[in-house]
């Protein structure tokens, strides 16, 4: 960055750090508060960020971090949209020493000396806690639950599945009967609940891997004549600020947070790794959950 245009990328001799990030996409309010965060920490650490959007697609992904290791940028960030196929262009960031950082999202590898440290959330953790709920809530009748999970092959969508059937596990009364990808996305949580409430008539509970899944199924629920939160009883992991007030309106039943403001955390590691300091290779980002009482209550106050 900085005056220097000769070089190419990099410090450019002005310290400054250039740092090229590659996003998921823009499927979700969690995502558009995620790429505001790090937009605005870049900007407040004095980070050149150089942005690009995937669109959901990992070929996407690939070609972005290509071109900045070819503009030979400082540090390389990126939040992969699923967890496997990475190695091959992670090992040409590696070549051409470019430290690479992981955030939100794990890649699935052998070898993890490709990246310096992962920074996010624990995905299991907060499938665990949902299925929790629900075996303290919905343990003591029959329930039947169509799982709406993520997108297909993705570290969130992977875990919280996991972390959710190991904790209902043993509890006869709870059954998913149903489970299918809606990709993140409201438009793909309506489409699948209308689906499978036409197929599972019997469903009277809905565990959404997010908010917007969530939100795209009460649309369903109602348009098949019945009330969300009440006979049709929904868990869902994210609480941004639509899903929150749904909570608090009574169409949510229970949220699990997952942060996504993690631009602040992002871009003090990129200047320690830059700086050659070591990082711890996993930072967990901290949680917590909301009930529709403590929805009600938080809402005032948040910020996405
Ligand atoms: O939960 C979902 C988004 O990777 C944690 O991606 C993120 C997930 C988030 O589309 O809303």
């Not at 955390?265 to 050659?276: R, S």
């Amino acid at each position: 960055g900085g005056d220097d245009s000769s070089a190419s990328g990099g410090s450019g001799g002005d310290g400054t750090i250039t740092m090229g990030f590659s996003q998921v996409g823009a499927e979700s309010g969690w995502r558009t508060a995620n790429t505001a965060s790090i937009q605005q920490s870049a900007e407040d650490a004095g980070i050149e960020l150089q942005f690009s959007d995937a669109q959901g697609e990992q070929e996407n992904q690939i070609s972005a971090i290509r071109s900045f290791i070819q503009q030979r940028v400082d540090v390389i960030a990126f939040s992969p949209v699923v967890e496997t196929g990475w190695d091959s262009v992670l090992l040409e960031a590696q070549r051409a020493g470019i430290p690479v950082i992981l955030t939100d999202r794990a890649v699935d590898s052998e070898d993890d000396s490709l990246y310096e440290t992962f920074l996010g959330s624990d995905f299991v953790e907060e499938g665990k806690k949902a299925g929790e709920w629900a075996v303290e809530n919905w343990g003591s009748q029959p329930t039947f639950v169509a799982e709406l999970q993520g997108t297909t092959g993705a570290a969130p969508a992977i875990d919280r599945q996991q972390g959710f059937a190991d904790a209902i596990e043993g509890t006869d009364n709870i059954e998913v009967v149903a489970s299918q990808s809606g990709d993140f996305t409201r438009a793909g949580g309506r489409e699948v609940m209308e689906a499978m409430l036409n197929s599972n008539p019997e469903i009277n509970a809905v565990y959404a891997h997010n908010d917007d899944m969530a939100l795209g199924a009460i649309e369903a629920i109602e348009a098949a004549g019945k009330t969300p939160g009440v006979d049709i009883q929904i868990i869902s992991v994210d609480a941004v600020r639509d899903g929150m007030q749904a909570l608090a309106d009574g169409q949510i039943n229970f949220i699990v947070e997952c942060n996504p403001l993690l631009g602040d955390q992002l871009m003090e590691l990129a200047e320690q790794v830059v700086a050659g300091e070591e990082v711890p290779k996993r930072v967990v980002t901290e949680e917590t959950t909301f009930t529709q009482e403590q929805a009600v209550e938080a809402l005032p106050d948040r910020q996405y």
